[in-house]
């Protein structure tokens, strides 16, 4: 694990090892399931991590931006809730650790979990029967997949493309208009003319759109913009944010954006 915070991993792990043992086979020649924890950062990314299912490892990204302003709570809430999308939790109600805004409501709740990720493991991973044997039959990690026996390069350029399903965990309430308006240095009505390149970043593809602006609503107002988007397609895989389409050429939205600095999109 690359991460810097991950001498806050421990405790997150603790928490959903203590529901009711998962038999996560080890790391064969043909197998794997591991799930790697990496920093990036990020000043115009409104997430403070995400999970990617991924062939492979999968992976978990924490945006040191907004983690190393957090409390050791808010940190140990967003560990947690990212280590939940590993054993396939998806995202919860407002009082829960899957919140998609971890930070934001479970330091109130001593960091524990609430019934509804309690359930939502259990819906998953079965329950303990009073013998200690799960009810549900045992299974291998999210993370495992198999490999073709010639090895990860033979079955890579066997396979077929992917579809990854991106998780995030915001560093504030993205449904709120105001807190996203507040976050973004821009917000247009613009129109989609193109998709401009799709850009390789920390093994995920990042899309870029030219747009035309029609009205500017907040920041200088200006003609055009380059706005970056998580998701597309690298390779034969695709990703795509849960509950976020990509943007499409032809259609006009309101756009919230951040400047990326050094990099000329938003």
């Not at 709120?176 to 009505?189: L, R």
């Not at 390779?235 to 795509?240: E, S």
């Amino acid at each position: 694990m690359g991460s810097a915070e991950q001498g806050n991993q421990a405790a997150p792990a603790a928490v959903w090892n203590s529901l009711n043992p998962i038999n996560v086979k080890a790391d064969t020649a043909s197998t794997y399931a591991d799930v790697d924890v990496s920093d990036y950062t990020s000043s115009s990314d409104s997430r403070a991590g995400w999970f990617d299912c991924s062939a492979g490892a999968d992976d978990i990204k924490l945006n040191t931006h907004w983690m190393d302003g957090y409390n050791d709570s808010q940190k140990h809430a967003v560990v947690t809730h990212e280590f939940g999308h590993s054993l396939k939790l998806a995202h919860g109600p407002e009082i829960a650790v899957m919140d998609t805004c971890p930070a934001c409501y479970n330091p109130n709740m001593n960091n524990n979990l609430q019934s509804w990720d309690i359930n939502s493991y259990h819906n998953v991973w079965g329950v303990l029967s009073m013998n200690r044997r799960l009810v549900r039959p045992l299974v291998a990690g999210a993370a495992a997949v198999a490999v073709a026996s010639g090895g990860w390069l033979a079955y890579d350029s066997l396979r077929a493309g992917d579809m990854h399903t991106v998780h995030s965990s915001y560093a504030f309430d993205v449904t709120d208009e105001t807190k996203v308006a507040g976050f973004a240095d821009y917000v247009v009505v613009a129109t989609v003319n193109r998709v401009a390149e799709v850009q390789e970043r920390d093994g995920a593809p990042y899309t870029v759109f030219d747009v035309t602006v029609d009205k500017t609503l907040k920041g200088e107002p200006v003609k055009t913009l380059r706005v970056v988007q998580l998701g597309g397609t690298l390779g034969k895989d695709t990703w795509q944010v849960e509950g976020e389409s990509l943007l499409r050429p032809g259609t006009t939205y309101v756009l919230a954006a951040k400047t990326e600095q050094g990099r000329g999109t938003h």
